[in-house]
């Protein structure tokens, strides 16, 4: 049970969180109704894997559920609602288009135009200056 307390609060819990907006900002609580993020961030995703993507002041970082800082606030966009394989997740950096790791660590260089897709458990079709790659992980 969360005690709504909040401006907002997500009906879906993932990993014991829900994220909140309190004064506009977003933050998570754990539940039972213990803040375990404060609200700090601009958006956030949900918890789908152990990390998230959050925004605050135009950049994207990934968080763990105890809202320990993964990466730093570097990247334009996370696309956090695709978690490939539940470890991989497409990023943006200075406009172009690479993978992170749960870690954080860059696993697809950022120098691809966009990420198509992603093949079954082997690697992404990326898109460069028009042509498609294949990049196997």
Not at 48 to 61: F, G, I, L, S, Y
Not at 96 to 114: H, K, M, Q, S, T
Request: glycine content about 6%; proline content about 3%.
């Amino acid at each position: 049970v969360i005690p709504c307390k909040f401006e907002q609060l997500e009906m879906e819990i993932s990993h014991d969180l829900a994220f909140f907006v309190e004064d506009g900002k977003y933050g998570f609580v754990k539940v039972g109704g213990k803040i375990v993020v404060p609200a700090i961030y601009d958006r956030v995703y949900s918890f789908d894997v152990p990390v998230t993507a959050v925004q605050k002041d135009e950049k994207w970082a990934l968080i763990n559920t105890k809202g320990k800082k993964i990466t730093d606030f570097e990247y334009d966009f996370i696309i956090a609602h695709s978690w490939y394989e539940k470890q991989w997740v497409v990023a943006y950096k200075n406009e172009l288009a690479g993978v992170l790791d749960l870690n954080g660590n860059v696993v697809i260089p950022f120098e691809y135009d966009r990420i198509i897709s992603y093949h079954a458990n082997t690697g992404f079709y990326v898109e460069q200056n028009e042509n498609r790659l294949y990049i196997k992980l």
